[in-house]
C-alpha cells in the first residue's frame, strides 16, 4: 500500500462521515471527483493495480448488494461508494479490515441506544462515520507495523 495516498484522502473521509452524521447522505458531489482523483493518482503510481482495484469493488459490493436486496432503506448507496473510495487507497485486504472495524464500532454504539431506547429497530444511524474510524484505524494501524 502506497503510504501517502491514503493520509491525503482522510479529510475526505471525515468530511464525507461529518455530511453524513448532519443529513445522513454522502454527497456525489464530494465522492465522485475524489475517487477519479484518487483513483487516477493510484493508476499512475501503483506498479500493481490489483490490490486496489479489488479494494475499490470489494468495498462497493459490501454495501451494494444489502442495498440491492434489502432495498435502500436500510444501507444507502453513499455508504457504498464512500466505501469504495476507501478502497482505492487501502486496497485489499485493508478495505475488509476497515470494514469490520466499522460495522463492529457501529454496534458497540447502537447496543447500547438499543437497549436504552434511544434507538429503535427502525431508526437511521448513519454508517460514515463510523467508516471513517474504521479507515482511520486502519491507517494507524499500518503506520505502526511499518
Not at 8 to 27: E, N, S
Not at 75 to 95: Q, R
Amino acid at each position: 500500500m502506497n503510504l501517502w495516498l491514503p493520509w491525503a484522502l482522510l479529510p475526505v473521509v471525515w468530511y464525507a462521515a461529518y455530511v453524513d452524521f448532519r443529513t445522513h447522505k454522502i454527497p456525489n458531489r464530494l465522492v465522485y471527483p475524489a475517487l477519479i482523483l484518487f483513483g487516477g493518482v493510484q493508476m499512475a503510481i501503483q506498479p500493481h493495480r490489483g490490490a486496489f482495484l479489488v479494494g475499490m469493488v470489494a468495498g462497493f459490493l459490501f454495501f451494494f448488494l444489502p442495498s440491492l436486496i434489502l432495498g435502500a432503506k436500510f444501507v444507502g448507496m453513499g455508504d457504498a461508494k464512500l466505501a469504495a473510495l476507501m478502497g482505492v487507497t487501502l486496497g485489499w485486504p485493508g478495505i475488509l479490515l476497515a470494514i469490520l472495524i466499522s460495522q463492529f464500532t457501529a454496534l458497540v454504539i447502537a447496543a447500547p441506544l438499543l437497549l436504552l431506547k434511544r434507538l429503535t429497530w427502525k431508526s437511521s444511524l448513519p454508517l460514515g462515520p463510523f467508516l471513517a474510524v474504521g479507515y482511520t484505524l486502519v491507517l494507524v494501524g499500518v503506520h505502526l507495523w511499518i
